[in-house]
């Protein structure tokens, strides 16, 4: 299936068992997760690489105490780890593969970098200063497995840390929650009823819904474009159907979403959260960090993991054409673009042009058709329904941001006073920067439309939406002025 007006592919069939293909690939039907479950072990090769990550977490499988736990990675990896790019070539055509050794050599190079801030950390101390330097057995491969899998040479949300880091405990099981457990974890993570895999986990069980969410959104798109000719009414109720699976999807990330408070507490984050920071803004590295042997010796500096980097919610911001401040805030949400599988990054591209192209904003919100004398009342009803689904669209895009800045709250302002997210945005501002953009975008519809008042209201449910983003959004202006001014920073 592909995108209107374009030559980007959407796959329906993932074709799990080719290798030639991408892991991450976008599809109708697993969404923005891999194509297939996730590559568990490495191939013989690299015995060395898998022997030193069973041997990395604080604690180990077996429950016995690992080389973070006592500050002896660094030492491992100069001691034990050899330089395996050259095996790294055999692999070169088999893109599964190449994504789990890039997971893994970038989850051998945070823990290698930030082992001496984890250090200070559970001493109760100051991050102080990560390593600047990474050696060649770890810089080399990174590289050459970043280059060949489509990311950055450092660990990222998708296809390292989280969406390409679960295993099935029961192979005939699924995707079901109780049966996912971690393959890599830095702190206590291989237990998957600790905080860390309550983290990890939480978020492929959100993008497990993401299926719907890309069908949803080729099933409007086909509609914008009306290839087959539908007449207006047969169009517009194929693009309200489109928009139902869209909101029915976001609902169900949203509900998951919430079961992150249960499964990973707000006191335990900060204890793995150290391993997932970057190297961009953050103070451990003010210099950046010399790869042994690239880049001529120069410093590189990259973003840190983060769930800013899932694709649903930019999908989202493309589709519903969600007009973000210019601000230096939204120039950081345009630099996360690039932390993202090389084909959700074309996907988002073409999804926004076409959209742009097709109207789909114009098309859904249709201002002004109810003074057409020759609109039909099921016309008429037609519309009310493209707008109610759209607000609800809308919606559920601040529901979603919402419950992140609280956990942003929750897990983070109340806990430490390290003033960046791990991606490297500042922690207070930039959250709230797209969560404000959201309400204000739903505010100038529903006064655009008369959502709330005469012929074309939508009813009271949309009446109790308007009244909660009214009172988010003030409450929201209250916390980070109090936030910004506890630490001293710009509200701005």
Known sequence: MFIPKSSFEVLEDTRPSDASLPAFMASTTRGFL???????????????????????PVRTQSGKPGLLATGQLGDAVQQNLPDLTDQVEKYHDNLPVMNALYRDYTF???AYLLEPCHMRFIKGEPYGLGRSFLPAQLSRPIVRCAELAGFKPFMEYAGSYALFNYRLEDPNAGLEYSNLRLIRAFEN??????????????HVDMVKNSGPLVHGTMACLQALANADGLS????RQTFNEGLRTIVDSMQKVNNVMETMWMKSKPRSYTSFRTFIFGITSQSMFPDGVVYEGINDGKPLSFRGESGANDTMIPLMDNFLQIQMPDTPL????????????SNHRQFLVEVKKCCEELGAK??????????????????????KDSRRLWLQ????????????????REYILKQTSHPTATGGSPIVTWLPNQLQAVMEEMTEICDTVGARAGPMELGPEYEDIMDQVERQNQSLRKEVEKYCQERGVNSH
């Open 232 to 235: 207006s009414q047969k169009q």
């Open 34 to 56: 891999a194509r297939m479950d996730p590559i568990v072990v490495l191939p013989p090769e690299f015995e060395a690489v898998e022997t030193l990550l069973q041997a990395m």
């Open 108 to 110: 051998l190079a945070s």
């Open 362 to 383: 114009d098309f859904a919100l249709a201002v002004g058709i109810e003074r057409d004398a020759s609109t039909t009342s099921e016309e008429l009803d037609l519309v």
């Open 189 to 202: 993570g291989l237990d998957p009823t600790s905080s860390e895999a309550g983290f990890v986990l939480v």
């Open 393 to 408: 669209g809308l919606n559920q895009v601040r529901d979603f941001r919402w419950r992140h800045w609280c956990f942003a």
């Open 330 to 341: 939204t120039e950081i949400l345009r630099d996360f673009r690039d932390y993202r599988p």
